[in-house]
């Protein structure tokens, strides 16, 4: 029986690393699949608190999966860590308080594993902002003897659930032939024409979706010269939704959005998928409320909002569909007006909010690892739910 005051006690005991391994994160921004600095910082707290560590894992160089407890554990939970930052912004989703929890609370169930017969693992995901590193872990299989997945995400609002949008990514290029736009346009096929073409075909695409669909995009080359007729021309598109057999049926409208622009103007069409199919959240209730009652425990307060609106897509989604995961809010602030991605957020999460989130999320992580290892109906429940979901 492990008793959440000791584990408490065990993650204050370790707040000078926590707050120190956070802020230099905050100091030393990656973008994804660059997290160089920050894997090794991880990776190197880990090995001295006497975790096994072995990277570059699912093909990905900053990626890691640090294992601790016994061998052929009766019960192993994966606290999941999230390092990447955002162009120019720095860590304005707060990725470094993600990274800095996930570890105190494997840090702190340590002394324990051996008693409980149980092993914590601390996932190092990489690119989450952009590629979807998560997805590559899945197919590599590394969530295969896993019991549940857990991470906190600052947010300006502190809530259990949310949903996630399934999404692909696509870029989208058209090839025409260049000629003289003023003296001889007729000799020319205009590539810029499909893609505004393109885009006219979607936003009359959008009035007969449903309201949970988002298709959105920017042109990343139109043309050379006002003079020139634009012999190619290229955009990138996020396509989203709720489940995905919409996701898939949007996608193929999509194509014929694009397909349709081509055949009006002469222009040929290519089309890519990029990166990884992202999918929805599968979010586990029975998980959810142990973590609740363990944030409660703390102090803090939970908010229930509606769970379907306001969402982004996040490859946490591809993860809870192959084991039972939560993917809670802390509010770094009072401030609701102080939202993710914005130069504001990315100060809090450097500084003393940052710091006590760290703290309270780590706690309620080890607390509600510890409710799965102390009580093997509370994981039959869990794993009920996801079986039959
Ligand atoms: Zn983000
Ligand atoms: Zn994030």
Same mark, same amino acid.
């Given at each position: 029986?492990?008793?959440?005051?000791?584990?408490?006690? %065990?993650?204050?005991?370790? %707040?000078?690393?926590?707050?120190?391994?956070?802020?230099?994160?905050?100091?030393?921004?990656?973008?994804?699949?660059?997290?160089?600095?920050?894997?090794?910082?991880?990776?190197?707290?880990?090995?001295?608190?006497?975790?096994?560590?072995?990277?570059?894992?699912?093909?990905?160089?900053?990626?890691?999966?640090?294992?601790?407890?016994?061998?052929?554990?009766?019960?192993?939970?994966?606290?999941?860590?999230?390092?990447?930052?955002?162009?120019?912004?720095?860590?304005?989703?707060?990725?470094?308080?993600?990274? %800095?929890?996930?570890?105190?609370?494997?840090?702190?169930?340590?002394?324990?594993?051996?008693?409980?017969?149980?092993?914590?693992?601390?996932?190092?995901?990489?690119?989450?902002?952009?590629?979807?590193?998560?997805?590559?872990?899945?197919?590599?299989?590394?969530?295969?003897?896993?019991?549940?997945?857990?991470?906190?995400?600052? %947010?300006?609002?502190?809530?259990?659930?949310?949903?996630?949008?399934?999404?692909?990514?696509?870029?989208?290029?058209?090839?025409?032939?260049?000629?003289?736009?003023?003296?001889?346009?007729?000799?020319?096929?205009?590539?810029?024409?499909?893609?505004?073409?393109?885009?006219?075909?979607?936003?009359?695409?959008?009035?007969?979706?449903?309201?949970?669909?988002?298709?959105?995009?920017?042109?990343?080359?139109?043309?050379?010269?006002?003079?020139?007729?634009?012999?190619?021309?290229?955009?990138?598109?996020?396509?989203?939704?709720?489940?995905?057999?919409?996701?898939?049926?949007?996608?193929?409208?999509?194509?014929?959005?694009?397909?349709?622009?081509?055949?009006?103007?002469?222009?040929?069409?290519?089309?890519?998928?990029?990166?990884?199919?992202?999918?929805?959240?599968?979010?586990?209730?029975?998980?959810?409320?142990?973590?609740?009652?363990?944030?409660?425990?703390?102090?803090?307060?939970?908010?229930?909002?509606?769970?379907?609106?306001?969402?982004?897509?996040?490859?946490?989604?591809?993860?809870?569909?192959?084991?039972?995961?939560?993917?809670?809010?802390?509010?770094?602030?009072?401030?609701?007006?102080?939202?993710?991605?914005?130069?504001?957020?990315?100060?809090?999460?450097?500084?003393?909010?940052?710091?006590?989130?760290?703290?309270?999320?780590?706690?309620?992580?080890?607390?509600?690892?510890?409710?799965?290892?102390?009580?093997?109906?509370?994981?039959?429940?869990?794993?009920?739910?996801?079986?039959?979901?």
């Amino acid at each position: 029986m492990l008793f959440k005051d000791e584990v408490v006690t %065990s993650v204050d005991r370790l %707040s000078s690393t926590l707050f120190a391994t956070s802020r230099f994160l905050h100091l030393h921004p990656e973008l994804a699949y660059e997290e160089w600095e920050s894997a090794r910082y991880l990776t190197s707290v880990l090995k001295a608190h006497g975790f096994e560590v072995i990277e570059r894992v699912g093909g990905l160089p900053t990626a890691f999966v640090a294992k601790a407890g016994v061998d052929h554990p009766s019960v192993t939970i994966a606290f999941l860590a999230e390092y990447d930052a955002l162009p120019s912004l720095g860590h304005a989703c707060g990725h470094n308080l993600i990274a %800095s929890s996930s570890i105190g609370a494997a840090m702190a169930l340590l002394p324990f594993l051996a008693a409980l017969r149980g092993q914590v693992q601390v996932i190092g995901c990489p690119a989450e902002e952009k590629g979807g590193g998560k997805i590559a872990l899945v197919k590599a299989g590394l969530f295969a003897n896993v019991d549940a997945a857990l991470l906190v995400h600052p %947010s300006n609002r502190t809530e259990l659930f949310k949903g996630a949008l399934a999404m692909r990514a696509l870029q989208v290029e058209f090839f025409g032939k260049a000629s003289h736009a003023a003296a001889a346009p007729h000799l020319g096929i205009n590539a810029l024409d499909a893609m505004i073409l393109t885009f006219t075909n979607l936003n009359a695409l959008r009035q007969q979706l449903r309201q949970d669909a988002r298709i959105h995009g920017i042109i990343t080359d139109g043309g050379r010269a006002p003079n020139i007729i634009p012999d190619y021309a290229a955009a990138r598109f996020c396509i989203r939704a709720l489940d995905l057999e919409y996701l898939h049926a949007l996608h193929r409208r999509v194509l014929a959005c694009f397909e349709a622009a081509a055949h009006a103007t002469g222009a040929t069409v290519a089309i890519h998928q990029e990166g990884e199919e992202y999918h929805p959240m599968k979010c586990n209730r029975a998980l959810g409320a142990l973590f609740q009652a363990n944030l409660e425990a703390l102090g803090e307060r939970v908010e229930h909002t509606p769970e379907d609106q306001e969402l982004g897509s996040t490859d946490v989604g591809n993860v809870s569909q192959v084991v039972p995961t939560i993917h809670p809010t802390i509010a770094l602030t009072d401030r609701s007006e102080v939202v993710c991605h914005s130069a504001a957020f990315a100060e809090v999460a450097g500084g003393a909010a940052g710091d006590r989130a760290v703290l309270t999320a780590a706690k309620a992580l080890a607390m509600t690892a510890a409710d799965l290892f102390n009580c093997p109906e509370a994981l039959q429940t869990v794993q009920q739910e996801f079986d039959q979901v």
